[in-house]
C-alpha cells in the first residue's frame, strides 16, 4: 500500500523538479566578461544569483514564485523544463484548440474564465516561438489573458509577453504568410489574429500499459500512476542541489526553441526581404582582417555557429545557430569581432566563411602557438 510519507516523498519530488537548471551552459560561468544578464535582471523577485567562471548557479527558492521566465528567456537554455520538457509543454496548450482555431490562454492568477483555456503560471513563459509554433498547429485567433501583474508577485510577465509579440511583429514584415497579422492590446489581455487557419495539429497520445492481474502488479501500476499524476500537477520551481563548483564545458548544443524557430520559419517561408535588421531572432558577425585566429571566438560559442577549422586559417559562422548570447564577442582578446547590424537572409542557413588568411603566411611562430 502507499502510505502518506509516499505520498508527501512524490509531491515533494514533483514540486523540487518541474524545473532543471544546468550551470554549465550559463555564458557567465563560462567567461567572465559575458554580457548575458537575462535570467536574474528579469526575476521579479532577484531569487537568481550566478557565481564567477566555474562557481555556479543558486536560487533563493523560498522567493521563487515558479513564473517560468527563465525558462522563455535563457538563450542558452539553462533552465529547462521536466516532465516531458518543451515539447509537452506546447503539446498541452495545442490540446485547447478549437476547430475554429480559437485558443484562449490564461495565467494562474486569472481563473475567472469558465470556457475551455490552457492555463500557466505566468504569460512570461512564452516566447515568439511558442506563438509561432501555436499558429502553425492550427492556432489562427489567440487570446492570452493576464491578471493583474501589478499586483501579482511575478510582476512583469505582461511586459515579456509584449516584448516577444513585438519580435512577432518584425517576423509579420519578413513572412508573406504573417502579413496582416492583426494584434489588440486589452486592458488585461491581447488578442493575435493571424491571416490564415493552419490544419489542426493532432496530438498522438502515448499508450499506458494496462495493470498486471496479480496484486503486486496491480499495486505497483496504481503507484506509478499516482506518481506521473503528482509529477503532472507541481507547479512550482525548484531544483536539485547543486555543486558549489561547476565543470565548464565547451560542448556544443542547439536550444530547443532555437530548433523549433528554424522549423517554424521554414513551415512559413515565402520571404518577402533579402535582408533583415539583426538583434535577437537573426544576427550577423563579422571578424577584422587582422585576426590572429586563436579561435576563441568558436571554443566559446554554445551553439556551435562559430567554427574554426583544424589548420586555423579559416572561421566559419552559420547565422541560423546564433543565439545572440554576445559571448563571441567579449570572448575576443584583441577585439577583432564584432556584430553587424544587417543580415542578407540568402546566408541565413549557410556556413559563411567570415575569416580566412593565406596560408603561406603562416609564420613559424603561428604554427608553434597553434600547434600547427
Known amino acids: 500500500m502507499i502510505n502518506k510519507i509516499e505520498i508527501a516523498s512524490m509531491v515533494f519530488e514533483g514540486v523540487s523538479r518541474s524545473i532543471s537548471v544546468a550551470p554549465k551552459y550559463c555564458s557567465k560561468i563560462k567567461h567572465k566578461n559575458a554580457p548575458c544578464t537575462i535570467c536574474y535582471t528579469l526575476c521579479p523577485v532577484q531569487a537568481i544569483h550566478i557565481g564567477g567562471p566555474g562557481e555556479t548557479i543558486t536560487v533563493d527558492w523560498d522567493k521563487c514564485t515558479g513564473c517560468g521566465i527563465c525558462v522563455s528567456q535563457c538563450h542558452s537554455q539553462v533552465y529547462k523544463l521536466r516532465h516531458g520538457g518543451y515539447k509537452k509543454f506546447i503539446d498541452n496548450i495545442t490540446k485547447n484548440i478549437s476547430p475554429k482555431g480559437d485558443l484562449t490562454i490564461t495565467c494562474s492568477d486569472n481563473p475567472s474564465y469558465n470556457g475551455r483555456a490552457a492555463m500557466v503560471n505566468c504569460v512570461g513563459i512564452f516566447n515568439v516561438v511558442d506563438i509561432l509554433t501555436l499558429y502553425l498547429r492550427g492556432a489562427s485567433k489567440i487570446h492570452i489573458k493576464y491578471g493583474l501583474c501589478i499586483e501579482c508577485e511575478s510582476k512583469h510577465g505582461y511586459k515579456i509577453l509584449e516584448q516577444e509579440i513585438k519580435n512577432l511583429e ?6 508573406k504568410d504573417l502579413q496582416g497579422i492583426e494584434i489588440v492590446f486589452e486592458t488585461d489581455s ?12 493532432k496530438i498522438v497520445e502515448e499508450e499506458k500499459p494496462n495493470p498486471t492481474v496479480n496484486r503486486r502488479g496491480m499495486f505497483s501500476f496504481f503507484k ?13 520551481v525548484t531544483v536539485e542541489t547543486l555543486e558549489p563548483r561547476t565543470q565548464i564545458d565547451f560542448s556544443h ?10 522549423e517554424c520559419i521554414m513551415s512559413l517561408g515565402n520571404i518577402m526581404k533579402e535582408e533583415v535588421e539583426t538583434g535577437m531572432l537573426f544576427n550577423n558577425i563579422e571578424i577584422d582582417e587582422s585576426c590572429v585566429y586563436c579561435g576563441m571566438c568558436a571554443r566559446f560559442c554554445n551553439t556551435g555557429a562559430l567554427a574554426i577549422n583544424s589548420e586555423r586559417t579559416e572561421i566559419t559562422f552559420n547565422p541560423s545557430k546564433c543565439i545572440s548570447c554576445g559571448l563571441c564577442e567579449k570572448s575576443c582578446y584583441h577585439f577583432k569581432l564584432r556584430y553587424k547590424e544587417k543580415l542578407p537572409l540568402r546566408l541565413f542557413f549557410k ?22
Open 170 to 175: 518584425l517576423l509579420s514584415t519578413i513572412f
Open 190 to 201: 491581447v488578442r493575435i489574429i493571424f491571416p490564415i487557419q493552419h490544419e489542426i495539429f
Open 224 to 236: 506509478d500512476t499516482l506518481k506521473e499524476s503528482l509529477l503532472k500537477s507541481a507547479d512550482m
Open 253 to 262: 548544443e542547439e536550444t530547443a526553441r532555437r530548433k523549433q524557430f528554424l
Open 351 to 372: 556556413d559563411n566563411i567570415i575569416a580566412a588568411r593565406d596560408k603561406s603566411r603562416i609564420t613559424i611562430a603561428d604554427m608553434k602557438v597553434f600547434n600547427i
